[in-house]
């Protein structure tokens, strides 16, 4: 017995490839790539989704609370590097360890901020808005221009 139900695209990988939480196909950011020199760039996003048409900010001054996550992420993931780093190096007082730690910690979450900056982005966005089946059957919306 088959169903035509279409397959509800993956909750966290939606989530981290930043499409739209509420019908997972459309991109929520003009350009997929995070990295970019000018950092009006990482924050350039559809005011609505290309395909569902959900409006992304919320209310003004949505975004604010995407603070906290990217605070928790940053966090998370420092926290990530001291295990590793302590399995692969040993992280001890005696010497520079923990310093040199630190700097590498803090080179590696400048490095990826605009990614964690966009993913906080769309963590936050999924906390609101959910998954509507409805939308999974606009397989090729209308383009208004």
Known sequence: MSTNKPTRPNYFLSMLTMKCPRCRKGPMFKDSNPFHFKLSKIFDMHDNCPVCGQKYELEAGFWFGTGYVSYALSVAFSVFNLIWYAVFFGISWRDNSILIWLGINGVL????????????????????????????????PHHHH
């Not at 990826?112 to 409805?134: C, G, H, N, T």
């Open 109 to 140: 979450l400048v490095l990826i901020q605009p990614w964690l900056m966009r993913l906080s982005r769309a963590i936050y966005l999924y906390f609101f808005v959910y998954y509507d089946e409805k939308t999974a059957q606009l397989e090729k």
